[in-house]
C-alpha cells in the first residue's frame, strides 16, 4: 500500500513537473513572439521615419544630394534589423519588396535622375508597416 501511494505521488510530481515545462515553454514562446512582433513594429516605425525624410531628401535633393543617400541608407540598415529578427514570411516578403524599390531608387540617383520615383519605397514601407502590425 505504502509502494503504490509513493508510485502515485511520484507519478503526481513527474505530471506536475511536466506541466510546469510546458507552461513555462509556452510562455516563453508566446513573450518571444510578442517582443519579435514589437521589434518589428518599432523597426517598422523606424523606417516610416526614413522614408519621410527620404521624401524630403528628394525635394531638397539639388541643395544636399548626401541626404539621399544617407536616407537610403538608414532604410537599408532597418531592413536588416528587421530581417534578422524575424522568421514570418509576410514579413520577410515585405523587406524583399521595400529593399528591391530601396535598390530601384538608387540605381535611378546613379543614373542621374535627381529627383527619382520614390512611390514604390513609400509603398513598399506601408506594406510593412501593415504586416508588422500585430
Known sequence: MAATRRRSRRTALAAAAVAAVALTTGLTTGCDAVDKALDCVRTADAIADSVT???????AAGDDPTQLQESLDAIEKNLDDIGDKTDDADVNQAVDDLGAAVDNVRTAVRDGDATPDISPVTDAAGELTKVCTP
Open 53 to 59: 525624410e527620404l521624401q524630403q531628401a528628394v525635394e
